[in-house]
């Protein structure tokens, strides 16, 4: 069986990986995996170099899309998409989350009646202002093959009219629906002892060992509303104060801001305070690392939410909604948006109460292997 994997983003390189490591060691006899980078992340630091900590085999096709408006990038890679898959002919085309590439993969399959197995399928964080819930809508209602990471995603579709049982085989027209658990807690189980040994991250931005908080920020709702952002700073700058450390990767787009007249005052916040410590773009491995010996995390990633709850780390969501309900409602993250107060209270509160139990929403840990056996099976 041939498949076509697309990916163009970093949480998407991080999914491939455990399903390209799943064909590796158990189905390399009966699925050829094809790699497509569409470009859509064309940051080298942020792209290349999760290839080669990651494992991921080569990608043998490079759109080289790049940034650009919503539809302008996914025309662009639709129509690119398309070129290839008529060459190529693929069994399958499986597809990671809700970026615009994940869209344009799936358009461009669907109509040339080739199956889309989507990955992460089911997520919905019910606000269709998000660029990215179009794309997770969309998707879904195109896909053949849909994998949800949790019964919330699987009750999600229902609810939109996909049919709950599961036939012998599946078409666009009888899509099956599957709760595998989420390929995301395979890589984080597999790459956490990884990164223990190989990466000294943590000692190079915390050589004295102090406690501190790890931060992320890249969601244009945050990053390009120098209201929002200077709000979320804030909020650092204030916890940065009571002694605890505060460990800030900048995204490209944060950095680009912060060269802008606008993000004056959000730059000096950030550079004049000892206790926010900025880095470039860090690899996997080191993301990992940097979450692990965190005391808690502050994100408006979705990937990042979920890494901190498989570390067991309490997480502050700076997003007003979030697609992974379930961390939210088990006490082990709070949303906070852009709101300085509930950010600085949510801190506290973890940190005089760090929570205890962190159910098993998401799995075992071999949600590859189930995906692909299904892939094998029902397609």
Same mark, same amino acid.
Request: no cysteine.
């Given at each position: 069986m041939k498949i076509i994997t697309i990916v163009g983003a970093r949480p998407q390189f991080i999914k491939a990986a455990a399903i390209s490591r799943a064909i590796r060691n158990h189905y390399s006899d009966t699925i050829e995996e094809i790699i497509l980078n569409s470009g859509q992340h064309y940051d080298d630091n942020m792209a290349k170099i999760f290839f080669q900590d990651l494992g991921i085999p080569e990608p043998q096709h490079h759109l080289g899309i790049g940034s650009g408006t919503h539809g302008m990038q996914t025309g662009r890679m639709t129509e690119a998409i398309e070129k290839i898959l008529i060459i190529k002919k693929p069994d399958a085309m499986v597809v990671y989350g809700d970026t615009n590439t994940t869209l344009a993969g799936a358009l461009a399959a669907s109509k040339l009646h080739i199956p889309v197995v989507h990955i992460e399928a089911g997520l919905r964080s019910h606000n269709k202002k998000m660029p990215e819930e179009i794309n997770r809508i969309l998707t879904d209602h195109v896909s053949t093959l849909l994998f949800s990471p949790t019964e919330t995603g699987i009750n999600n579709l229902v609810a939109e009219g996909f049919?709950?049982?599961?036939?012998?085989?599946?078409?666009?027209?009888?899509?099956?629906?599957?709760?595998?658990?989420?390929?995301?807690?395979? !890589?984080?189980?597999?790459?956490? @002892?990884? @990164?223990?040994?190989?990466?000294?991250?943590?000692?190079?931005? !915390?050589? @004295?060992?102090?406690?501190?908080?790890?931060?992320?920020?890249?969601?244009?709702? !945050?990053?390009?509303?120098?209201?929002n952002l200077l709000h979320i700073v804030k909020a650092f700058s204030i916890i940065a104060s009571t002694g605890i450390r505060i460990i800030l990767p900048l995204h490209p787009r944060t950095t680009a801001r912060l060269k802008e007249p606008a993000f004056r005052e959000v730059k000096d916040l950030i550079n004049n305070h000892k206790n926010i410590i900025t880095t470039a773009p860090v690899s996997f491995l080191d993301m990992i690392m940097l979450e692990k010996a965190s005391a808690m995390v502050i994100t408006d990633s979705g990937g990042v939410q979920k890494e901190a709850y498989f570390l067991q780390k309490p997480c502050i969501i700076i997003r007003k909604e979030t697609e992974w309900k379930e961390i939210v409602e088990s006490g082990n993250a709070r949303l906070c948006g852009a709101d300085e107060k509930k950010i600085v209270k949510a801190f506290e509160n973890y940190l005089q109460e760090p929570p205890e139990y962190f159910p098993g929403y998401f799995g075992d840990g071999d949600a590859a292997r189930f995906i692909c056996r299904t892939i094998i099976n029902r397609l």
């Open positions: 049919l709950p049982r599961n036939a012998e085989s599946h078409s666009i027209d009888n899509p099956g629906i599957y709760h595998s658990g989420d390929i995301m807690l395979d !890589n984080t189980l597999f790459f956490a @002892a990884m @990164a223990q040994k190989n990466s000294s991250v943590a000692e190079r931005l !915390n050589p @004295a060992g102090h406690p501190y908080v790890l931060a992320t920020i890249h969601r244009p709702s !945050n990053t390009d509303e120098p209201h």
